[in-house]
Each structure stands twice: as C-alpha cells, then as structure tokens.
C-alpha cells in the first residue's frame, strides 16, 4: 500500500488552464506574470512546502514538472514519502510509483482526490501549476500590489488576495504571491488563515521551455 503522500500544490491554484489578465483591473505584477506565462510551453521547479492544519504541520520538497496544457510529474525529495513519483495528465486520476529502478514498477492510481496524494488541507496536485495560480487570483476579492521581499538576492512585487468567501478557499483569509521582478514568475506564495500563516510555498531553479 502506498504510504500517504502529503503534497501541498499551490494553495492559490483551483485548476490549471491560462488565464487571461485584464491590464485594466489586475495588478501590474499580475499582467507581467500573465504575459510571461503565454511565452511557454513548460517548465521544472524545485519547490519546498510547509503547511499547517491546526496542531499538526508537514514540511515536504519536490522536484516539478509541468508541460502545457495539464502534464504534471513530481518526484518527492524530502519529507514524507521521499522518492515516490506522481504524474498526472489532466484527467480525475494520479498515477503514483514508489521508489526508482525496479521498485518503480510498483504503481498505483488513485483518485485526485484521495487522501494519499492531498495534503493536510486538502490541496491537490492539479493546484500547482502558475497557470492554476493565474486562474487563482481571479476569484471574488481585493487585489492589492506592494514591494515584496528579496527572495534569493531578487526583489519581488507582492500581490495580495483578500477573498470574499474564505470557506470557498480553504479557509484562507488572506494569500500572497511574491513576483519575481526578473521572470515575472511567482517566487513565494503565502496563506493566512486569521492571523496564523499556514501554507508557505517556495520557487526555486525555475527553468523554462519555449
């Protein structure tokens, strides 16, 4: 049986299509990550998550591939779960191998949604993608833009998200996605639940395909 694999996509993401940002109504940060996203076809990242629900908290880290329009591959390289591999092809399923070699032969599919392949707050695997965070940010609420931290010696412009239904959003008061001023592509993404921070995700070696 396959061990439960705590992966925490992208908190901000409800799906993985394109967006489309109107300039006249989205942050300036927004329009610039939208427009960099059309440019391409893929990219890998290697993303490390902390998530709390409550008393208890996961800390994972995962390398992540996504291909347009909807093929994600993720190999899970700290925490729970290390060494087991995730794909999906934009359908209702994950198909999920343990281990490399021969042992990677040992597969299962499960629903996405099944306890084995969400996170602690019920994320799922087709919330990682930028496109799905894209998509994300056009949900009811406030949009609001500031200066952002330096992520990794790059300034960023943070983009904040008041919700208007929070239950409809995991519970999330408030999210913040910090845009890197060079890529134009998310850095570090943010979730509040009230006052608490539970949901950190980060961005790193972003490489992309064209």
Not at 173 to 198: K, W
């Amino acid at each position: 049986m396959v061990a439960r694999i705590a992966l925490c996509a992208l908190i901000l993401a409800l799906g993985t299509g394109a967006a489309t940002v109107h300039p006249a109504k989205a942050p300036a940060a927004l329009v610039a990550f939208d427009h960099a996203w059309k440019l391409v076809s893929a990219y890998t990242s290697t993303v490390t998550v902390f998530e709390r629900q409550g008393a208890q908290t996961q800390n994972m880290a995962f390398d992540y591939s996504f291909s347009k329009p909807s093929t994600i591959a993720v190999r899970v390289v700290a925490g729970a779960n290390k060494g087991a591999r995730l794909a999906w092809g934009g359908g209702d399923t994950v198909l999920v191998r343990r281990g490399s070699g021969l042992l990677s032969l040992l597969k299962k599919t499960v629903s996405l949604h099944d306890p084995l392949v969400t996170t602690i707050r019920g994320s799922t695997i087709s919330q990682l993608s930028f496109g799905a965070i894209l998509e994300h940010s056009h949900q009811p609420g406030v949009l609001t833009e500031s200066r952002g931290d330096v992520i990794n010696g790059i300034a960023t412009e943070k983009v904040t998200l008041i919700p208007t239904h929070p239950l409809a959003d995991g519970h999330l008061t408030r999210e913040v996605i910090e845009i890197s001023a060079l890529t134009h592509f998310p850095a570090r993404i943010l979730g509040y639940e009230g006052p608490t921070l539970v949901r950190t995700i980060d961005f790193a070696d972003i490489r992309l395909g064209h």
